[in-house]
């Protein structure tokens, strides 16, 4: 009981005196949050081995119910890259079903986690760990989106065994495909920072690209029809389960919720530096959880808190946890709204966004000085 009274409470206090004023500020927020999770979010999703619409279904129930539940008022949740390099392989060893089972088993692992008090484990694992960690991520993402890049299929069941087989099997590569991933990753990394706290760079790029190819007609594979619902066809059903099965997914599940963990306490403590606001890590763990129970039942991915949009959210002026939820529902207007536009973006393009974003996942600094 006292985590419900202790959650009022902190309620109560985030909302004091809670007006326009500070509403104008959490929608604007929101806003500049959501266009730039929508790109990251297509992108996430086929990284993960799942589609575009499952990583866009992912971060509106992530933004909803994470943000809604959450142990501080910023955190933003949704697909990550760090999430996607290790569901890539649960996929190719079990489809969509196997992730969306681990996802749930892992989230009833971070519920259970969170009412144990387990969140300040976190403060015992060397930052040294971690940067190794997340560089090691970075790599596998950008491995693993080198087909998408050039328009290519590889073989072989590691990243690396994959980047082999270019050389093995012959390597052809879509030029057309090749230019347009080169040319956002130019764009990006020239894209000034005075412009990217207004448009992101990344939002920019698909922008561009979706101009240049309606005109070109160009002859690269693209993300596809994006449905207009919330409910995926594939989503987790207990009716077709087959529970002797569930066995195979507990390893997975425990991984999933293990790096949930890391990445959302980790975002925490980052953030809330910015804001100069200390985050419940207990109760952060319990709504990661929530959240990922309910997002497979939907069809999306596991979500989990991600540093690059908390730290936009903070900078757009962030005020209380309604800029998850805003940001949220404008990624599931545009659902509705742009989903013929963003079914035609084509998947190198996604691909370079990401190898940026891989790159940019590194701690330069912290690399240099260990």
């Not at 976190?122 to 930052?127: G, L, Q, R, V």
């Not at 560089?135 to 950008?142: D, E, F, L, T, Y």
Request: net charge neutral; aromatic share 10%.
């Amino acid at each position: 009981m006292h985590l419900i009274s202790d959650f009022a409470h902190d309620l109560k206090r985030e909302f004091s005196g809670y007006n326009g004023k500070r509403f104008s500020r959490d929608l604007m927020a929101g806003i500049t949050v959501a266009a730039v999770a929508l790109p990251l979010a297509l992108a996430f999703g086929v990284s993960s081995g799942a589609t575009a619409a499952a990583g866009l279904v992912t971060a509106i129930i992530g933004g909803i119910f994470i943000s809604l539940f959450s142990g501080a008022s910023f955190q933003i949740s949704g697909p990550t890259g760090a999430m996607s390099a290790i569901l890539i392989t649960l996929a190719s060893q079990y489809g969509m079903q196997g992730i969306l089972v681990a996802c749930f088993l892992a989230g009833v692992i971070l519920v259970v986690a969170g009412v144990l008090k387990i969140g300040r484990v976190i403060y015992y694992i060397p930052s040294s760990v971690i940067t190794g960690f997340t560089s090691g991520i970075a790599i596998i993402i950008a491995l693993g989106q080198l087909d998408n890049f050039f328009g290519v299929t590889s073989e072989g069941d590691l990243a690396i065994m994959k980047v082999v087989s270019y050389f093995t099997n012959g390597f052809d590569p879509n030029w057309a495909a090749t230019g347009i991933g080169l040319a956002v990753i130019i764009f990006m990394i020239i894209w000034p920072k005075k412009w990217n706290e207004k448009v992101p760079s990344s939002l920019a790029a698909l922008i561009l690209v979706l101009i240049v190819n309606s005109f070109l007609q160009l002859d690269v594979a693209v993300v596809g029809e994006i449905p207009k619902t919330l409910f995926l066809d594939e989503r987790l059903s207990f009716a077709g389960l087959d529970f002797a099965q569930m066995w195979d997914f507990v390893v997975p599940a425990f991984s999933i919720a293990a790096l949930a963990m890391i990445e959302s306490l980790l975002c925490g403590a980052s953030a809330g530096k910015m804001k100069k606001e200390t985050m419940d890590g207990d109760r952060e763990l319990i709504a990661q959880g929530i959240g990922n129970i309910l997002i497979p039942l939907f069809g999306g991915v596991p979500a989990t808190a991600a540093i690059a949009r908390t730290s936009v959210a903070i900078k757009a002026g962030c005020e209380t946890r309604l800029t998850g939820i805003i940001h949220a529902a404008i990624l599931l207007l545009s659902m509705f709204v742009l989903s013929p536009i963003m079914s035609e973006i084509p998947l190198s393009a996604l691909a370079g966004i990401l190898i940026v974003t891989a790159w940019r996942m590194n701690d330069w600094e912290d690399i240099k000085f260990i």
